[in-house]
């Protein structure tokens, strides 16, 4: 009877199909679970060809068995042991860690537990650059084959193609079509993106890079957990299907990644499968169907390089520091579920952000989990590589705590069959022992047929007792059944239901698969309305070059023939993230022959020039729009890029160099020839300059010879009229002695014009005193003619000497020296005013002399 009443509890917490995490009121809360911890692998990836040419960089990582050890520049040896060490750092090393190898090391068994019905994660984690995507994702994922993949395909493709044959294979062991049991494998995905604490979803069909995608939410279901609410879940029954859909999600990430600086290495990458496995069973006629669900999330984180540098300024958020909370807080989620060893229910902060929360039962709940930690073996990113590894120690002692996720109903009615089953054994053993005893009662009757009443007595009780357990078996026979008919009509009630709300159990898996093949060709169809060929095309077309080489080379644009038209919007190639609304530019293809066709004030850079007129487009030409999209030209002839090796070098940093060279190379150019002629420009002015200095001193020198003359004429006049005073007075002197008795009325001029004389003399010193005023501001008074007087004392005594001004700028202003030549010797040299003036005296001595010989 005690079993009766626990069966019913689990009945009553049943909420559609999955039973997932244990209810969280139950004591023991992970009974029944199998702990695990998560299993962590590194991975060293090679040094890059970019790197090899730098005299700097050096391997400094060593790996043996299990553990990887670094040593620092210092000389330092930091050592950590993993779950597995894979060395991917010499491609010619025979223990290389091929993509294979680390498939079958980490993801394999998750594939095995997934079949089983386990959640299963696996996530890489590691700085921009170390190989997450290659790890992940890997490098020509595009298979013609279902059952090879190419050697540089990652986890992802190989898991997916193992998942699905598994799929193939487990239908054809099904018996023939009406014979039970039946299983099922339905195979549904979802690709999202997180990029700043927003989801978006890379599978939506129609998406195609619209211009504002819409953002989805994280909801929790009571009992399934975290998910994505409205994300696209497509069902796929070939692996050609879902390589289709991986090709779409990437191409989607490429076209939002695109116009973004650095935006893939910011973003997390989340591609869930949903694996369900159906069985239908015969349970005593009745065809019910039991399911095993297994969620598989397979993750490319974002670069880990800032959380190592924004978790050392402590470990609160800081708005702006904080480039990707959601990494940030995988970080604290980590440590918590690491430092909450052996202790239940911690405070785990999951919600803090989308990527934790939507990876809640991955991490410390129920699943199995696996990381893969990249990174560099470079010396120049010791740092980086220090603080992946230690966080990769922290997560391996994560312990989760896994149930297989089984639909109860067909459980419960298996184990109360078997209860029934065993209590109906019971039933039987009794009679069987019944029967015996009925034997030997007979046989004991006949030995004492007299005074038996007490053996008979205690056989009467017997009897009792076994009817009376026959009894209750019967009842829990009976109660058995009634819960087993409850159940059905429970499951009966509850597929109606289904039926009723989901609108998906509704279809028939046909009617499923068919809308999965008709959303795949929409998607498909959205993105050729894009320009972008989904296919492998043949002949002139644009490749997308991204600094993310997961990324690079996804998108192929057709030039088709005649014009096409690249612009934001309205144009045959739609590029969002350009600045302008019209065209940027056009690519004319006339037979095989392309021009490209800039338009005016559009930065269209081909090969890094700047491009203003009409050029010739030929294969693996760099084409770089706007500054942000970045384009190899590429001829393709039957699906074969020709000279794939060059193409290869010609990627997104070669392009960018090539840019950035040339335009310094411009720059210079543009500078030499500005600094020429703002040089010619000041030489110019100067020379403007000197020559407006040399005209006002010449004005100058005009203006004191015009007053110089104006002082010698008013010196004549003077004399005249002094001359003239002299002849009066002279007059006035005769007459005063021919006529004494004449009045003087004037005695103090005795000159009857003296007014007017006074005027003159007054207007002469006025003037005089002015224009030596003014000469005195340019030249010393006199001194042209000081000079002049000089070179003719010369002359006359035939000395061989010359005198001539010069004006010479000093820090005080324009000065004036005099220069006295040599004739005879050709010789210069200079002389101060005074010294002038001595010398000028000495000739006027020494003509003075030879006048009085
Ligand atoms: P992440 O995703 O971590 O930023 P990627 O996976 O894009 O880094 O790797 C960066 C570059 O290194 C890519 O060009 C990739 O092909 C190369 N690479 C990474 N790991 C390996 C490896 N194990 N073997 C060969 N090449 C690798
Ligand atoms: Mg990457």
Redesign the pocket.
């Known amino acids: 009877v005690g079993l009766i009443h626990l069966t019913p509890d689990i009945v009553s917490s049943f909420p559609g199909k999955i039973s997932t995490s244990p209810s969280p009121g139950v004591e023991d809360i992970y009974g029944g679970a199998e702990s695990t911890t998560v299993f962590v692998g590194v ?1 060293v ?2 040094i ?1 060809t970019r790197e090899m040419l730098s005299p700097d960089v050096k391997n400094i990582i060593d790996v043996a068995g299990n553990t990887i050890s670094i040593t620092s520049d210092s000389g330092t040896v930091h050592s950590f042991s993993y779950d597995h060490c894979f060395n ?1 750092s010499d ?1 010619l090393d025979p223990l290389y ?1 091929s ?1 294979e190898a680390i498939y079958v090391a980490v993801a394999q068994p998750l594939l095995e537990k997934a079949y089983e019905g386990y959640n299963t994660c696996l996530f ?1 984690y ?11 994702l890997g ?1 020509d994922l595009y298979s013609e084959s279902e059952l090879e993949v190419p050697s ?1 395909a990652g986890i992802i493709p190989r898991f997916c193609r193992d998942l699905l044959n598994r799929a193939d294979y487990l239908h054809s062991l099904n018996p023939p079509e009406g014979q039970l049991p039946q299983s099922r494998i339905e195979v549904e995905l979802s690709y999202i993106e997180i990029y700043n604490e927003r989801i978006y979803d890379l599978l939506a069909s129609g998406g195609g890079g619209t211009d504002c995608r819409e953002a989805l939410r994280v909801r929790e279901h009571p009992k399934d957990g975290p998910y994505v609410e409205g994300v696209a879940r497509h069902l796929v029954s070939s692996y050609d299907h879902l390589q289709t859909w991986l090709l779409l999600g990437n191409k989607e990430r490429s076209i939002a990644a695109t116009g973004v600086n650095e935006k893939s ?1 910011r973003s997390h990458a989340v591609f869930t499968i949903k694996l369900t496995h159906i069985q239908v069973e015969d349970v005593e006629g009745e065809q019910l169907e039991s399911s095993k669900v297994s969620i598989i999330n397979l993750v ?1 984180l974002a ?1 880990s390089e800032r959380v190592a540098a924004a978790q050392s300024q402590g470990d609160r958020l800081k708005e702006g520091v904080c480039i990707n909370k959601s990494l940030l807080t995988l970080g604290k989620v980590i440590t918590a579920l690491a430092e909450s060893e052996g202790r239940r229910r911690p405070f785990i902060p999951y919600r803090e952000s989308v990527l934790t929360y939507l990876l809640k039962e991955s991490l410390g709940g129920n699943s199995r989990t696996a990381m893969i930690a ?1 990174v560099s073996p470079c010396n120049i990113y010791l740092e980086e590589t220090l603080s992946t590894l230690r966080y990769a120690q922290q997560t391996r002692k994560i312990v989760n705590h896994n149930y297989i996720n089984e639909d109860p109903t067909a459980v419960i009615i298996r184990s109360l069959k078997e209860e029934v089953e065993r209590l109906r054994l019971q039933h039987l053993s009794r009679n069987s022992c019944q029967l015996f005893y009925g034997e030997t009662l007979a046989d004991e009757e006949q030995l004492d047929r007299d005074g038996a009443t007490d053996k008979e007595k205690d056989l009467l009780e017997r009897e009792n007792a076994i009817n009376q357990k026959e009894i209750e078996n019967n009842i829990a026979i009976q109660y058995k059944e009634e819960e087993i008919e409850a159940l059905r009509e429970q499951l009966r009630f509850q597929q109606l239901q289904c039926q009723q709300l989901l609108t998906e159990n509704n279809r028939s898996l046909e009617q499923r698969l068919e809308e999965a093949e008709a959303q795949r060709q929409q998607a498909l169809e959205s993105l050729r309305r894009l320009g972008i060929a989904t296919e492998k095309e043949t002949g002139p077309v644009l490749i997308n070059l991204s600094e ?3 990324l690079s080379e996804t998108l192929s644009y057709k030039l088709k023939n005649g014009i096409t038209s690249l612009g934001r919007s309205n144009c045959d190639l739609t590029l969002r993230g350009l600045h302008t609304d019209n065209v940027h530019c056009s690519i004319k293809n006339k037979n095989g022959d392309l021009q490209l066709l800039p338009e005016a004030g559009r930065d269209t850079y081909v090969n890094g020039k700047l491009i203003s007129s009409p050029h010739t487009l030929h294969h693996n030409d760099r084409l770089v729009l706007a500054g942000i999209y970045y384009f190899r030209f590429g001829n393709i002839v039957k699906g074969k890029d020709s000279n794939r090796e060059t193409s290869k070098k010609m990627d997104f940093y070669f392009t960018k160099e090539e840019l950035l060279k040339e335009q310094e190379r411009r720059l210079q150019k543009e500078a030499e020839i500005a600094i020429a002629a703002s040089k010619a420009e000041m030489e110019q002015e100067m020379c403007r300059q000197r020559d407006q200095l040399m005209r006002d001193i010449e004005e100058a020198q005009s203006q004191l010879i015009s007053k110089q003359q104006l002082v010698c004429e008013l010196e004549g006049t003077q004399s005249k009229l002094e001359t003239e005073k002299q002849l009066l007075e002279e007059q006035i002197l005769r007459d005063r002695k021919n006529n004494k008795s004449l009045d003087l009325s004037l005695p103090s001029t005795g000159f009857p014009n003296s007014q007017l004389l006074k005027e003159v003399q007054a207007v002469f010193n006025e003037s005089v005193q002015e224009i030596r005023k003014d000469f005195t501001q340019v030249y010393p008074p006199m001194l042209r003619f000081q000079i002049k007087e000089a070179n003719e004392i010369c002359k006359k005594l035939k000395n061989p000497y010359e005198f001539t001004l010069q004006e010479v700028l000093t820090e005080s202003g324009l000065e004036v020296i005099v220069l006295i030549k040599d004739l005879q010797h050709l010789m210069t040299a200079t002389l101060t005013l005074d010294a002038f003036q001595e010398k000028l005296q000495i000739l006027r001595d020494i003509v003075q002399v030879a006048c009085c010989m």
Do not use: F
């Open positions: 991975r990836r090679p890059s991917s491609p860690a993509q890489a590691g700085q921009t650059g170390s190989g997450k995507s290659y790890t992940m490098d540089a290495s490319d670069g990249t993310d080489p997961q």
